[in-house]
Each structure stands twice: as structure tokens, then as C-alpha cells.
């Protein structure tokens, strides 16, 4: 598949950086400072002003191909011995007495209760990713020898990747190992309404949600922002750790489920689980900031995360096992918190189009909601 750019331009500099909420359950990064990963709280970030928003739509509470192969971060070497080997002109008495080095093998994983860090570093980054990687050649292979996966040219590709493309420069700062992703985008024909941006950068789109939803551009950029936010933040794999926590045996340490025990083997059906991941809702809330913060940047409306969602409910409802609404949840609480964020993204999105907030025209019926404090 060919690869969206890796290497575009750096964002443009000067941006306020947007505040964040006061602390819940987990913690949403500041995004002025993406490196501390884990010290911003989620949760609404301001009290929303003027502006009208839409009526809410109420959400709720293949082919086979042949096996791909990824590499696989190198095995975790055991440490060296610490007793030296007998000189080789040492008396036989002397080498009789000395003792035989120890033998090693590599430990158990070893898990400790205490935060969710320890969940995610069952699983290394670069074995998730490979694993990703694999996953993403398997779905495109088996879409295009079954003649679904669209070509280069396709309307609904270069439509993607254009879009992907301008988020890509404002995603870097959240993860230091994006800078070596490589980006791809496959677009598949079909009328399913779903996506992914799995670990590594590797997007797919289904055709249902461009087809039968008809995002447009900014609902589109608000979408694919999020799920590069939970690509950023590593949601997959904590949610994997958490897995792989509840295999503990009586003694405490990690099985061999999945491989995970010897520090090395690829876990096995990691890819395929990459694809059945459903989110929690404290997921959704960092996903939500850090996406609209990449999208609104990046020139995209944050109103449209308003009618992004309600249109996905409203698509989706009725499928309690795949919908997105539900691998996403989706809840009058989340809606509300979206747009009490808008008037710190409004800010972001109004600059990267060259206008102020005050000439941004409405969308959907919301206008320029701002914060009361900033006006007193």
C-alpha cells in the first residue's frame, strides 16, 4: 500500500495551548505539554457560553489470505553469568572446587497493581505495532483479491489521505515514537460503517462511512483525529495489558498467554483482538480533547465533533455488538462535555484558517461559544 508522508511540516508555532479539564478517574494530558502523559485530568475544561447547539441525538448508555510476515522485537536477553570460567592452565583441584555459573532464563512477567502504566507495559510498543502492521496487510490483502480495496486514484482514497495528511504534522507531539511511524491509509469497499487508526499509524476506512453516513470534510478530519488520538495515547495496548492481567495465575505472574511469559514472542492474536477493541469511557474523553486539539489545528471545525457523533448514533444505534456508538461510548454526559470544550478549540481552529473567532460563521446552527471568565 503506499504510505502517506511521514515527514510533513512542522506545526505552525505561537498556538495557546488549550486548558484542561480539573482531574477524574484518568488523567487527559495538557496539550501544552504532550510529554507528561499522564498528569492532566479529563473532564469538561470550561463552562460553555452563548451559541446554540443542535438537538441531540440521544445515544445510548473474508477472505483468508495466507499469513503475512511482520518482524518481531528481538527476545529480551537473559543476563550474563557472574562467575568466570576456570583459567585454562588451572590446576585440576582448583577447577574441581570452583563453582558452576548459574543458569538463566528469562523471568516471568512480574505484575504490580497500582496504575494503568503497568497494564500497557505488558505488551512493548514496537511488538504491538509489528503486530498492527501484520493486521493492516492481512485487511488489505484479503479487500483487494476479493476486488474491494479502492485504488490510489479512487475519489474516496485521495480524499482520505488528504485529510490524514494535514492532521499527521500536529499528531507528532503526543507520541515521541509517531515520528517513526509510517503512515498508511486503505480505504475498503463496503457497506460497513467503521474505521481504525491501528498502533503505528496504519488507517483503514470502510466505505459505509462515507457512503451511507456522508461525513463531510470536518466531521471526517474531527473522526479520523480521534482515532489517531487513541493510537497516540496507546489505548490499545493498555486495554491488551489489562487482558493479559486477567490470565494472572495463582502465583501472581503472567502465563504463557499469548507468548508474553518469555519477554520476546509475538503475543498471538493480538491483530485480530486490535480489531474487536472496545473503549472505556475515560478513553473516549482523552481521545476527545487530544483529537479535536489535533483537528482543530489542523483546520477543521470542532463543532462538527457535535454532529459527527449524533449522526453516528443515529447510523449505529441498533448494533449493540459492533456499533460504533457502543466500541466508542457514546453518552449524553460525553456530548455534553464536546461542546463545553469548543470554546478552547474554536480559538485553535480559527487561527489555522487565518480568521478570528469572532468571523468564524456558525456551523449547524452553533455559533462562537467563549468562555464567561474570558469576557469579564
Known amino acids: 500500500m503506499p504510505a502517506v508522508s511521514t ?6 508555532t505561537g498556538t495557546t495551548p488549550m486548558p484542561v479539564p480539573a482531574p477524574a478517574a484518568k488523567s487527559v494530558p495538557n496539550t501544552a505539554n504532550p510529554e507528561n502523559a499522564t498528569s492532566a485530568a ?13 438537538a441531540a441525538a440521544t445515544p445510548p448508555a473474508s477472505t483468508q489470505p495466507p499469513p503475512v510476515t511482520a518482524k518481531t522485537p528481538a527476545a529480551t536477553s537473559a543476563p550474563a553469568a557472574a562467575a568466570k570460567a576456570p583459567a585454562a592452565n588451572s590446576a585440576p583441584a582448583a577447577a574441581a572446587n570452583t563453582p558452576t555459573p548459574p543458569t538463566y532464563s528469562a523471568p ?21 505495532e509489528a503486530q498492527a502492521a501484520e ?5 488489505t490483502y484479503g479487500a483487494e483479491h476479493a476486488n474491494r480495496l479502492y485504488g490510489d486514484t479512487d475519489a474516496h482514497v485521495t480524499r482520505v489521505r488528504s485529510i490524514v495528511d494535514k492532521l499527521i504534522p500536529y499528531s ?14 486503505a480505504v475498503v469497499r463496503s457497506p460497513d460503517i467503521r474505521m481504525y487508526c491501528l498502533p503505528g499509524g496504519k488507517i483503514v476506512v470502510y466505505g459505509g462511512l462515507l457512503d451511507r453516513v456522508r461525513l463531510n470534510d470536518n466531521e471526517l478530519g474531527m473522526l479520523i483525529g480521534h482515532e489517531i488520538a487513541h493510537a497516540l495515547r496507546e489505548h490499545a495496548r493498555e486495554r491488551l495489558g489489562e487482558l ?3 490470565q494472572l495465575d495463582s502465583s501472581g505472574t503472567i502465563p504463557q498467554l499469548f507468548g508474553l511469559a518469555d519477554l520476546g514472542a509475538a503475543p498471538l492474536g493480538i491483530g485480530s483482538r486490535l480489531l474487536e477493541m472496545k473503549y472505556e469511557s475515560t478513553d473516549e474523553t482523552e481521545a476527545d480533547v487530544i483529537g479535536s486539539d489535533i483537528a482543530s489545528r489542523a483546520g477543521f471545525d470542532p463543532r462538527a465533533a457535535v454532529t459527527l457523533w449524533d449522526k453516528l448514533a443515529t447510523a449505529t444505534r441498533s448494533n449493540r455488538d459492533q456499533g460504533y456508538i457502543y466500541v466508542h461510548p457514546y453518552t449524553p ?12 478549540m474554536l480559538p485553535l481552529y480559527a487561527k489555522a484558517i487565518g480568521k478570528s473567532v469572532d468571523a468564524l460563521p456558525d456551523y449547524a446552527g452553533m455559533g462562537r ?8
Open 7 to 12: 515527514s510533513p511540516a512542522a506545526p505552525a
Open 42 to 54: 479529563a473532564g469538561a475544561t470550561s463552562a460553555t457560553n452563548a451559541g446554540s447547539a443542535p
Open 108 to 128: 516471568n512477567t512480574q505484575l504490580r497493581y497500582g496504575g494503568y502504566l503497568v497494564f500497557r507495559n505488558l505488551i512493548p510498543s514496537p511488538m504491538l
Open 135 to 139: 493486521e493492516f496487510n492481512q485487511i
Open 172 to 185: 507528532l507531539k503526543w507520541n515521541e515514537r509517531a515520528k517513526g511511524w509510517k503512515w498508511d491509509v
Open 244 to 246: 493479559q492481567a486477567s
Open 333 to 344: 454526559a460525553r456530548r455534553k462535555d464536546i461542546i463545553k470544550r469548543l470554546p478552547d
Open 369 to 376: 461559544p467563549r468562555r464567561a471568565a474570558l469576557r469579564d
